[in-house]
């Protein structure tokens, strides 16, 4: 069966973010979503089987400032492309995994290299 890891993210993106990643993000929950090659992004995530699966719940908190939250079986490391992806985009971002069973959760918090 396998183990689930829960997913928490708290990201700024530059004020340079390409509008079709914020556009990305805005949609990631509605029936949009599932026609990412509309987007033509060129990322390894999205030739995972299960990329639409990582993110339950996205909300933008201010502006460039979001919120991300998911649950999933990690098998392809969906989690760490994910974070792959978006790094070129963000000034920082915090995210914790917390795989179950685990006691302790693998926390990264990381700079991006700064706003623009």
């Known amino acids: 069966m396998g183990m689930y890891t829960e997913f928490y993210l708290r990201v700024e993106f530059k004020k340079s973010v390409s509008p079709k990643v914020l556009h990305f993000l805005n949609n990631y929950e509605s029936p949009f979503v599932q026609f990412a090659h509309n987007y033509n992004f060129e990322h390894k995530f999205f030739t995972l089987p ?4 990582l993110l339950n719940t996205v909300e933008n908190v ?3 400032i979001y919120d991300c939250k998911g649950e999933l079986k ?5 989690i760490e492309e994910f974070l792959d992806f978006i790094e070129p ?6 995210a914790i995994h917390i795989y179950e069973g685990h ?4 926390i990264e918090l990381y700079n991006c290299g700064g706003g623009d």
């Open 50 to 53: 299960r990329w639409k699966l």
């Open 89 to 94: 985009y963000c000034v920082a971002y915090e």
């Open 74 to 78: 990690n098998y392809d490391n969906e």
């Open 62 to 64: 201010n502006g460039l």
């Open 103 to 106: 006691v302790y959760p693998t």
